[in-house]
């Protein structure tokens, strides 16, 4: 597929949606508060494809302010598209206006609502290519130097398209085009959980499983991407705990554990 640099002057170049991924720097795994900068975006239709820069992401998106975005894992992309907006421009917003879809969180409900499991370590997106469209997504290409390409984006943060190798940009290109096709495909196997559902134990009707996968998105997707959202947020943050409270909870369940003690001792 034929991509391209995007450039602020080039204005609208998608009217539908499109997937979108982000290459950044290096993840501080030590840090996991810290949000990793954006170096390169690429963005792909289904046609064609475009690089571009992290400096003119606000302006790709302000281009494009109706598309629906197409992510793998949308929490990791939505936060580091975030932080490079600013406060300006709410990324949020797509998600609450029902305009963002994850197929990470897609391939772990089909097969949840299909053969009873999420899809545990089988949720990759190479993984997930190789799996579903037979198409090699390899992650362990390496410089050169012998260093792992993913890990080496940051080495051309804020300089020009020109100065990434060919490699870099081939993998670059290779995910939004993996997650297009991957959504494309795991669209037409979404209706298997319908077809199979009545065969679950509680099974409410086809009425209300229509009205449940109206309002909570295909298989729960759309409460799902929000969790996911959420969560991320938390484990970047941490959770503040009412230290009062919890010395008063830790006595009660002390009490509750000597006296479960001594009946099972009678």
């Known amino acids: 597929y034929p991509f391209r640099h995007w450039e602020p002057g080039n204005g609208r170049v998608i009217t539908?949606?499109?997937?979108?991924?982000?290459e950044t720097t290096l993840i501080d795994e030590k840090r996991p508060d810290r949000i990793p900068a954006l170096v390169l975006g690429s963005a792909f239709d289904g046609r064609q494809g475009f690089f571009i820069l992290a400096e003119d992401m606000p302006a790709f998106l302000a281009a494009h302010p109706s598309n629906s975005l197409i992510f793998h894992n949308?929490?990791?992309?939505?936060?580091?598209?975030q932080k490079?907006?600013?406060?300006?421009?709410?990324?949020?917003?797509?998600?609450?206006?029902?305009?963002?879809?994850?197929?990470?969180?897609?391939?772990?409900?089909?097969?949840?609502?299909?053969?009873?499991?999420?899809?545990?370590?089988?949720?990759?997106?190479?993984?997930?290519?190789?799996?579903?469209?037979?198409?090699?997504?390899?992650?362990?290409?390496?410089?050169?130097?012998?260093?792992l390409v993913r890990e080496t984006f940051g080495d051309y943060l804020h300089r020009p398209l020109e100065a990434c190798?060919?490699?870099?940009?081939?993998?670059?290109?290779?995910?939004?085009?993996?997650?297009?096709?991957?959504?494309?495909?795991?669209?037409?196997?979404?209706p298997e959980i319908k077809t199979l559902a009545p065969r679950a134990y509680g099974y409410a009707g086809e009425k209300w499983l229509e009205d449940q996968w109206k309002k909570h998105g295909p298989g729960t997707h759309d409460i799902q991407l929000k969790a996911s959202i959420v969560l991320d947020r938390i484990s970047r943050t941490?959770?503040?705990i009412d230290q009062s409270r919890r010395d008063e909870k830790v006595a009660a369940l002390?009490?509750?554990?000597?006296?479960?003690r001594h009946t099972l001792a009678l």
């Open 238 to 240: 941490g959770v503040l």
């Open 165 to 190: 190798p060919p490699q870099h940009l081939q993998y670059a290109a290779g995910d939004p085009v993996a997650t297009w096709l991957l959504f494309q495909h795991l669209k037409t196997r979404l």
């Open 84 to 147: 490079q907006l600013g406060p300006d421009l709410d990324i949020y917003a797509r998600v609450e206006a029902g305009r963002v879809a994850d197929t990470m969180i897609l391939a772990r409900l089909l097969p949840l609502g299909t053969v009873g499991h999420s899809a545990r370590n089988q949720c990759s997106l190479d993984y997930c290519a190789g799996h579903y469209l037979n198409l090699p997504l390899p992650k362990d290409d390496t410089t050169p130097c012998g260093r």
């Open 74 to 81: 949308a929490a990791f992309d939505l936060a580091v598209l």
């Open 16 to 22: 539908g949606p499109f997937a979108l991924d982000t």
């Open 254 to 260: 002390e009490l509750i554990v000597t006296e479960t």
